[in-house]
């Protein structure tokens, strides 16, 4: 349980990657999603700490399956890293309905429900502009996010918009999260550059257990494939 609590901690902080259109507005930055049908987006995630002490990684691969009015159909497919004696290679299948702002429309199906993108703000946004967002997950996690524009800058003559993002919540009976990271988008098409995360869980043992609540640090690297 505390593996793949984990693992969807990490994918939580990280899968931020969906094609976001980074245009000049005023003085600010607007943020949309263009979803296109068809398109697939994959993703490297590469973890190390808490629990894995050779490193872990595993890919997360989304597939916009249909586009209508806006609202994008899109699935994530994860095969989590092997634990132990697990030797299972079912990937881990999530279906979510968003917007052009990333926001969940409905109700989402799979483990990693709202682990997909964060949901941009309604304007735009100036440098140092911060935003706020709450992820509503399954068996009653609730992550609250805080998310700033912290750049924009060039880098080999392409223009890179970096992302700062800070988690708090509770994980239901499996403890509470916080972290912190960061994720360069390009602003020509916002597809995403590379993400960092640092991330800090302190786990519950079960309900009739007398174990201490155990804190776990990791960090998880992300690029796109």
């Known amino acids: 349980m505390q593996f793949k609590a984990i693992i969807f901690a990490a994918a939580l902080m990280g899968a931020t990657g969906a094609h976001a259109q980074i245009t000049k507005s005023g003085p600010g930055y607007l943020f949309r999603v263009k979803w296109v049908k068809g398109q697939v987006l994959k993703y490297n ?7 894995m002490p050779k490193g872990q990684s595993f890919v997360n691969t989304m597939t916009v399956k249909d586009v209508k009015n806006g609202i994008a159909t899109v699935e994530s497919k994860v095969i989590l890293p092997q634990s132990g004696s697990s030797r299972n290679t079912k990937p881990t299948v999530t279906t979510i309905k968003l917007d052009n702002r990333g926001k969940i429309i409905g109700e989402s199906s799979g483990q990693l429900n709202g682990a ?17 967002g709450e992820i509503s ?30 988690i708090s919540g509770s994980m239901g009976q499996m403890g509470t999260i916080s972290g912190t990271g960061k994720v360069e988008f390009y602003a020509a098409d916002g597809s995403m550059r590379s993400g960092n995360v640092l991330m800090n869980l302190l786990m519950k043992g079960s309900p009739d257990s007398k174990e201490k609540p155990k804190p776990m640090t990791f960090t998880t690297k992300i690029t796109r494939l």
């Open 45 to 51: 995630f590469v973890m190390s700490g808490a629990m």
């Open 116 to 132: 997909v993108t964060p949901t941009f703000p309604q304007g735009p946004v100036k440098v140092g502009q911060s935003w706020n």
């Open 137 to 166: 997950l399954a068996q009653g996690m609730k992550v609250n996010a805080v998310y700033t524009l912290t750049g924009v800058k060039s880098i080999n003559g392409k223009l890179i918009a970096e992302v700062g993002q800070r």
